[in-house]
């Protein structure tokens, strides 16, 4: 084969897959059905989240419950993170705007105050968390004016003098997720179920400050957000016409993240807390834990 052969084979292969970058792309009409699909389209398609098996207590022989943190300043978690401005589409979005987004319209329901999943957040209390409002001196003024008739709500301060802050997709630093490995004796093999994710932010009181504080905004339950996460796609650098789903690429590990606890007897307590100010030896204990849970599998075959 020549080499303008085999030029022209790559030419005309990265082209197409350019072309399936966007959902709908090549039965659109128009350009606004770019990425919207007819009813009948979605019956042809049958798009949705693969489900998980049912494991009985019995088939489970050896587990363990572990916390890990997703740093989004590292390359493979990228795509986590980006696009960060921008209308790329309606199925390109970075996966903070995907969970606020569900929670706010009401598609991911399952959101609680911390992984262990016992006490739900509202709505409002995640608003609080993600907005706030701060008035200038020259409002404080206005409002001194004539303060019965503001508080009445007669008057309104003028939207010049309100400063609102927003946590947006930009200042995420990381996540934070929950999840269970366990030996299948079924199937002889090691497995991992994701329970829980939780976007690491800056405290909105915190922005603009040098030192930031940085809170986990709501925990979502990872089984019940699937339909949602699998609606929108993360980037694939190798093949645009294979982008995977969100739910894809939780589900299947496609990123790095660090071990920062496992469930122990001294209230599933944090690495940090009993190694502390050693970074070095919090990586190591961490390094520790994973092997301790490959070792699960591989004990098995040893004889």
């Given at each position: 084969m020549?080499?303008?052969?085999l030029s022209?084979?790559?030419f ?7 072309a399936f970058a966007?959902s709908?792309l090549?039965n659109?009409?128009?350009?606004d ?5 007819t009813a009948?389209q ?5 798009d949705k989240?693969l489900?998980?098996?049912y494991?009985?207590d019995?088939?489970v022989?050896?587990?363990r ?5 997703i740093?989004?300043n590292?390359r ?6 980006f ?16 969970l ?11 959101v ?10 509202t709505?409002?209390?995640?608003e ?8 200038t001196?020259?409002?404080i003024e206005?409002?001194?004016?004539d ?7 007669k008057?309104t301060i003028s939207?010049e ?6 946590i947006?997709a930009?200042d995420v ?5 929950v999840g269970?490995?366990y030996?299948d004796?079924?199937?002889g093999?090691?497995k991992?179920?994701?329970l ?5 932010v800056?405290?909105v009181?915190t ?6 504080e940085y ?12 339909d949602v996460?699998?609606?929108?796609k ?5 093949n ?11 589900n ?5 993240g660090?071990?920062i ?5 001294y209230?599933d307590?944090?690495?940090e807390?009993y190694l502390?100010e050693n ?13 301790k849970i ?7 075959w040893n004889?």
């Amino acid at each position: 084969m020549s080499r303008k052969i085999l030029s022209l084979i790559v030419f005309f292969s990265l082209v197409s897959s350019a072309a399936f970058a966007q959902s709908n792309l090549l039965n659109a009409k128009t350009a606004d059905q770019i990425g919207k699909k007819t009813a009948a389209q979605d019956s042809l398609d049958n798009d949705k989240p693969l489900p998980y098996g049912y494991v009985g207590d019995r088939d489970v022989l050896l587990a363990r419950k572990v916390w890990e943190r997703i740093d989004l300043n590292q390359r493979v978690n990228f795509p986590m993170y980006f696009p960060i401005k921008g209308n790329l589409g309606s199925d390109r979005k970075p996966l903070y705007d995907v969970l606020v987004e569900g929670v706010r319209s009401g598609t991911i329901t399952e959101v609680y105050d911390d992984s262990y999943f016992v006490t739900r957040k509202t709505l409002k209390d995640i608003e609080e968390s993600l907005t706030f409002t701060d008035t200038t001196d020259a409002g404080i003024e206005q409002y001194n004016t004539d303060i019965k008739a503001y508080k009445s709500g007669k008057k309104t301060i003028s939207p010049e003098y309100i400063n609102r802050t927003d946590i947006k997709a930009i200042d995420v630093e990381g996540y934070e997720i929950v999840g269970y490995w366990y030996f299948d004796k079924r199937q002889g093999e090691l497995k991992y179920r994701m329970l829980g994710i939780a976007p690491i932010v800056p405290d909105v009181f915190t922005m603009g400050k040098e030192e930031k504080e940085y809170i986990r905004i709501f925990w979502v339950f990872f089984p019940a957000a699937r339909d949602v996460l699998h609606k929108y796609k993360a980037f694939n650098e190798e093949n645009s016409a294979s982008a995977i789903t969100f739910d894809h690429l939780l589900n299947s590990r496609r990123f790095n993240g660090v071990i920062i606890a496992e469930e122990n007897v001294y209230g599933d307590r944090l690495i940090e807390n009993y190694l502390k100010e050693n970074s070095q030896m919090q990586l190591l204990e961490a390094e520790r834990i994973k092997e301790k849970i490959r070792n699960f599998e591989q004990d098995m075959w040893n004889y």
